[in-house]
């Protein structure tokens, strides 16, 4: 079982900045990946951001420019970075933990955070 801890979400002005963390409870391998998402109210649950255990990132084109996910490798901890924050991005924002597996018989394993709240004002 990986147990995933955000932090760092909270109230923050149009314009803007905020940075979230999650520690995960284990080591990022090669093949596993984790990654941020956020839930907005009446909305699906949607990806902001991924980075795999080889260094590659990608992002939604809603934080492309403004958004920017990192890895702390000693502390098991990933960050997201987040500039010129939008009243649009007001959402509950959840860490994920894809646990790969090099048995193709074996699915991947998904975990998830308890969220932390963002609320971005005028």
């Known amino acids: 079982q990986v147990r995933l801890v955000e932090s760092g979400g909270g109230p923050v002005e149009a314009g803007g900045s905020l940075t979230l963390a999650c520690a995960a409870s284990?080591?990022?391998?090669?093949?596993?990946?984790m990654g941020w998402y956020r839930q907005a109210p009446g909305k699906q649950r949607e990806l902001v951001a991924q980075?795999?255990?080889?260094?590659?990132?990608m992002y939604a084109d809603s934080a492309l420019g403004r958004f920017t996910i990192s890895r702390e490798n000693a502390k098991n901890t990933i960050y997201l970075q987040m500039n010129r924050l939008k009243i649009d991005d007001t959402a509950i924002y959840y860490c994920k933990y894809v646990m790969g597996s090099a048995i193709i018989e074996q699915r991947p394993r998904e975990y998830w955070g308890q969220g932390t709240q963002v609320t971005v004002s005028s």
């Open positions: 980075v795999t255990g080889g260094g590659s990132s």
């Open positions: 284990v080591s990022m391998r090669r093949i596993d990946s």
